[in-house]
């Protein structure tokens, strides 16, 4: 099981830090999904610490011992929306339950 | 341009069946994995089931032995076959392109780097 916090509260220009946590969630590879309100998720992480094309660079992943963070640097009000962790486990992708993060 | 477009989805009856497309363009279906991932109404993520390179299915349990992927490489479209419906299933369900990393000893590691839109399938008397 993968599991995140309900829901992160940031102010505009703040440091976001979304977590996942997971038995020895470190020996796996973890991926981060953006979804914003009525939209498709999209991918904003992969292998832990990598941005996909497109991603800005205040969006930075790591991944040591039980969790694994997605921080965003200088949160926007655009950045507003659920973040889904997911890992890749026995021919199974398991995502977490989501964070709902709050730009205020 | 990658591009994935759901069809099919609707209002069916518990125990009734409904058939999802995925059209895809810009990549070739055969070529890569492909997956199925719902989201119930307010809910989270859940993957559903990929099929690989190869055309071997994986499924999670929520939905083995009711559903079933294929695809067809001359309209490079993935499909997902859902039989046996449930309440329980109601969801908008996308399709995604499967990404897929090798490491270690035999490891790998999926994720999904492209989404469709998503189709709403609801299970409903």
């Known amino acids: 099981d993968l599991t995140q916090a309900p829901s992160v509260s940031v102010s505009p220009g703040q440091t976001a830090s979304i977590t996942c946590s997971g038995d020895?969630?470190?020996?796996?590879?973890v991926s981060w999904y953006q979804q914003r309100p009525g939209q498709s998720p999209v991918l904003v992480m992969y292998?832990?610490?990598k941005r996909p094309s497109g991603i800005p660079e205040r969006f930075s992943g790591s991944n040591s011992g039980n969790t694994a963070t997605l921080t965003i640097s200088g949160t926007q009000a655009m950045d507003e929306a659920d973040f889904y962790c997911?890992?890749?486990?026995?021919?199974?992708?398991?995502f977490g339950g989501g964070t709902k993060l709050t730009v205020l | 341009e990658v591009q994935l477009v759901e069809s099919g989805g609707g209002l069916v009856q518990p125990g009734g069946s409904l058939r999802l497309s995925c059209a895809a363009s810009?990549?070739?279906?055969?070529?890569?994995?492909m997956s199925w991932v719902r989201q119930a109404p307010g809910k989270g993520l859940e993957w559903v089931s990929v099929?690989?390179?190869?055309?071997?299915?994986y499924y999670a349990d929520s939905v083995k032995g009711r559903f079933t992927t294929s695809r067809d490489n001359s309209k490079n479209t993935l499909y997902l076959q859902m039989n046996s419906l449930r309440a329980e299933d109601t969801a908008v369900y996308y399709c995604?392109?499967?990404?897929?990393?090798?490491?270690?000893?035999?490891?790998?590691?999926?994720?999904?780097?492209?989404w469709g839109q998503g189709a709403l399938v609801t299970v409903s008397s």
């Open positions: 810009g990549f070739t279906v055969i070529n890569n994995y």
């Open positions: 099929i690989d390179s190869g055309g071997r299915t």
């Open positions: 995604a392109r499967d990404e897929i990393f090798h490491y270690g000893s035999g490891m790998s590691y999926h994720y999904f780097d492209y």
């Open positions: 292998q832990d610490k």
């Open positions: 020895k969630l470190g020996d796996k590879y």
């Open positions: 997911q890992v890749w486990d026995s021919s199974t992708a398991l």
